[in-house]
């Protein structure tokens, strides 16, 4: 009995680690997500867990990981222009993501979500 269920217990963890071992590096090239939203001056409106002008990065990832829509809705968001609320009540056009590279930006848009 002790190794059967010290076995399947072996295999639980093999199990739950390769399964984090896939969502871990589902793609998100962290270092690249960063440099280009510096490029972008996102960083200038929004820090990663810090309210600027723009609401910080980790609290839009809590807002829209949930969304089966999210990603589509980022994307959407950084290409549109629609406008934004700023913490002081303005409203203006949203920056648009100064990017021809599609895999730039959803890589930009995964890194978000994944915080
Ligand atoms: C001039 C300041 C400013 C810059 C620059 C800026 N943002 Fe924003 N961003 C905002 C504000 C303000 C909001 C809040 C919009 C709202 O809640 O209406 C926002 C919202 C967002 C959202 C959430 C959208 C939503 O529907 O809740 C994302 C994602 C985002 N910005 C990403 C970016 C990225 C990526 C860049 C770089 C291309 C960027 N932002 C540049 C001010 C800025």
Redesign the pocket.
Known sequence: MKNISSLSLKTVIAISLSVFCISANAEVDVDAAKDF?KQ???L???GVDKDK???AYTK?SA??KADPKGKE??LA??TSGE?????DGHEEA??I?KSDDPKATQN?VDW?LSL
């Not at 406008?83 to 913490?87: G, H, L, M, R």
């Open positions: 939203a972008n001056n996102c200038r409106c929004h002008d723009g609401p839009i807002k829209f809705k980022l968001h950084l406008k934004a609320k700023f913490a949203h920056p993501l930009l978000i």
